[in-house]
């Protein structure tokens, strides 16, 4: 049944002998439908029009309003209103709007992944090219540590053996060693100097430009330069 159907209290279902409901017959009110209501444009029966949702519409005998609507039916049919050829162009002309619309956001989806791709893929070679900026600074500056450490551990073994040597009786050992002994002490000797290493402290974000509106490629060109190694900060060490 239908929302029609149920507001004009109409229904044309086949009952079995032993329900109460007939054809014709009002579901509302169980009364034989006698009118049409020419403002809802729906079978009714005597109670929808005195008491019912119907109360106060106009109404018209069912063969009269049989009648009218057949007229209007015929008129339509000599206007060229029911010509399917009519209808069907319209719809051709509206499926081939869809198609117009899905062509076009398929087209569009696929520049938008086609561009995202790109960028994407411009940001992780950035960043690839920042990672091995940093990398290369600090292998730079840790070598320059490393190279420091490794001269004081010369140092300290020499300490250790002139120490070792200094407790030794034996003479001619001491002379044999002479060449390393004096050489250990003028080194011990130097004094401690400081050497300067910079550390990276942070990145430098800022997407520089001098256009306040950029287009793809310049955009795509600023990300290219994008993301720079930012302040350094001095450390000294003692060595």
């Known amino acids: 049944m239908n929302s029609e159907q149920a507001k004009s209290g109409f229904s044309n279902k086949q009952y079995n002998s032993d329900e109460t409901q007939r054809v014709g017959e009002c579901i509302n009110h169980k009364r034989q439908l006698e009118a049409f209501c020419t403002v809802c444009h729906v079978l009714?029966?005597?109670?929808?029009?005195?008491?019912?949702?119907?109360?106060?519409?106009?109404?018209?005998?069912?063969?009269?309003?049989?009648?009218?609507?057949?007229?209007?039916?015929?008129?339509?049919?000599?206007?060229?209103?029911l010509k399917l050829e009519k209808t069907e162009t319209v719809l051709v002309d509206i499926r081939h709007t869809k198609l117009t619309f899905e062509e076009s956001k398929q087209k569009v989806l696929k520049e938008i992944e086609q561009t995202f791709t790109k960028i994407?893929?411009?940001?992780?070679?950035?960043?690839?090219?920042?990672v091995n900026l940093i990398n290369q600074h600090y292998e730079l500056q840790v070598n320059n540590i490393?190279?420091?450490?490794?001269?004081?551990?010369?140092?300290?073994?020499?300490?250790y053996d002139v120490i070792?040597?200094?407790k030794s009786s034996n003479d001619q050992q001491l002379l044999e060693k002479a060449t390393y002994i004096l050489?250990?002490?003028?080194?011990?000797?130097?004094?401690?100097t400081y050497k300067n290493v910079y550390?990276?402290?942070s990145i430098d974000t800022t997407f520089n430009t001098n256009n306040?509106?950029?287009?793809?490629?310049?955009?795509?060109?600023?990300?290219?330069?994008w993301i720079k190694l930012g302040e350094s900060v001095l450390i000294q060490f003692k060595c």
């Open 44 to 81: 009714i029966c005597p109670t929808c029009l005195m008491f019912g949702d119907h109360k106060g519409h106009l109404v018209d005998q069912m063969d009269k309003a049989t009648k009218d609507l057949r007229t209007q039916m015929d008129t339509a049919a000599k206007e060229g209103l």
């Open 164 to 166: 070792k040597l200094a």
């Open 212 to 225: 306040i509106s950029l287009n793809l490629s310049e955009f795509q060109k600023g990300l290219q330069n």
């Open 183 to 192: 050489e250990s002490l003028d080194i011990l000797r130097q004094t401690p």
């Open 146 to 159: 490393d190279t420091q450490e490794q001269i004081w551990m010369d140092k300290q073994s020499r300490a």
């Open 120 to 130: 994407f893929q411009l940001i992780k070679q950035r960043k690839d090219e920042v």
């Open 199 to 201: 550390i990276v402290n």
